[in-house]
């Protein structure tokens, strides 16, 4: 049995990537009907931030962008990759309350099994995060910036400002054509603001709301520059030369870190919680599924930007719970890659990992290989043994009793 046989299977993509849901199209059609109404009247008329509890009038633009919403919104209850777990929806739904305030009743919160940076909040009060995006972040500041971001999206009616807009032209089914399904479904549920012409002028007002909201709530003021680098180096990372078509009307990413690095400045010496230790609690169940589905996604360069990041992060904390997982994930990252000198770095990677109590089962496996190709016998049944302990159940037990047999045997 070849190597690459007895590696675990690969992961399929989330499920909701490939889901369609069935009331999409109902929305589809709904929004072409839209298209083909004449733009109403209301087009240019300021719009007011909205109040706790308040609901659109009937008959209004706004009841027709809410009902699309609330169409949306069933489905996302009902995708088979919403992440249910109550301790994790109740953190994340907490932390959203602290940022929302009096808006709290209002708010529903969904978490989507999806391994890419996005949330989005809706007019009508959904929220959606993704689990891409709780990955990336390290601490509850930063939560609080990203989700004070969407609130305010939602407090100043967005996406009511962009569907007035976007009903006079083509771009709604024209962006909505191009992207995946579960991806439309977001961007649908997140008011469209991404096909408005003045969405980067939206963008930057949430930004400013959500930055001065959770510095008022006594947040870290550092936290936007910290997400806004993360990200950049990221960006910068990937080999892709233009943005994502959904988020191009944004702000540029380093744009946003200027302006974030700049605000903290103001606040330079003010001491702000950076709910590290709650947040780490919170997402650590959940660290080895999300690097797994990071990996599935087979951007290695920007993979091993992320994870070498969040290892980097955890060592300056002094948090050693998570070590030996982020060094296994950055240790495949560079084996599936294989450029250059990318094996030796895994296999070193992975001698880290080991030293390491919580390096995942699979940490051994990937060690007892590499040993193998180094011709050290011994070294390599250990850890194929240590795999095994931590792994009794692995489907491929036999194979690995086999190979094991082989090694004791060899000249």
């Known amino acids: 049995m070849s190597r690459a046989a007895l590696r675990p299977p690969r992961r399929s993509a989330p499920a909701l990537l490939r889901f369609v849901p069935p009331r999409l199209a109902c929305l589809r059609l709904a929004l072409a009907c839209a298209l083909a109404a004449p733009a109403l009247a209301c087009a240019a008329a300021p719009v007011e931030p909205i109040r706790p509890g308040e609901r659109p009038a009937a008959g209004s633009t706004e009841a027709e962008l809410w009902y699309g919403m609330e169409q949306a919104e069933r489905d996302i209850k009902t995708a088979p990759a919403l992440v249910r777990d109550p301790a994790l929806n109740a953190y ?11 808006h709290c009743a209002d708010l529903r919160v969904y978490i989507v099994d999806v391994p890419v940076f996005n949330a989005s909040m809706a007019p009508n009060g959904a929220m959606l995060v993704f689990t891409g ?75 400013r709301i959500g930055f001065d909201r959770v ?25 892709r030369s233009k943005p994502w078509p959904v988020f191009a009307s944004h702000p540029n990413t380093a744009e946003r870190l200027e302006d974030t690095a700049a605000a903290a400045k103001a606040h330079a010496g003010a001491p702000g919680d950076v709910g590290r230790a709650p947040y780490q609690a919170a997402m650590r169940p ?3 599924r999300w690097l797994a589905a990071e990996l599935s996604r087979r951007t290695y360069d920007t993979s091993i930007q992320v994870i070498a990041d969040l290892r980097e992060e955890a060592q300056r904390a002094g948090d050693q719970g998570n070590q030996g997982l982020y060094g296994y994930y950055l240790a495949e990252a560079y084996r599936r890659r294989g450029k250059n000198d990318d094996r030796q770095r895994s296999a070193q990677l992975l001698s880290e990992a080991v030293a390491h109590a ?47 047999a082989e090694l004791e045997t060899a000249p």
Request: contains cysteine; proline residues 4%.
């Open 215 to 239: 510095v008022g709530l006594g947040y870290d003021p550092q936290a936007g520059a910290q997400v806004w680098g993360r990200m950049l180096r990221e960006e910068k990372s990937s080999k």
């Open 358 to 404: 919580d390096a995942p089962p699979a940490a051994w496996r990937e060690q007892a290989y590499a040993l193998r190709e180094r011709k050290d016998a011994a070294a390599a049944i250990d850890a194929f043994r240590r795999y095994l302990a931590a792994a009794p159940d692995a489907e491929e037990r036999p194979f690995i009793e086999k190979t094991i």
């Open 133 to 207: 995006a709780l990955l990336r972040m390290q601490d509850e500041s930063e939560l609080a910036l990203v989700l004070g971001h969407e609130f305010a999206h939602y407090r100043q009616r967005h996406g009511l400002q962009g569907w007035t807009k976007a009903k006079s032209t083509t771009a709604v089914m024209a962006s909505i054509a191009i992207i995946p399904s579960v991806v439309a479904l977001a961007a649908s549920l997140g008011g469209l603001a991404s096909v408005s012409k003045f969405s980067r002028d939206m963008e930057r007002e949430a930004d």
């Open 92 to 102: 994340v739904h907490g932390v959203a309350c602290k940022v929302a305030g009096e």
């Open 286 to 288: 959940w660290l080895d």
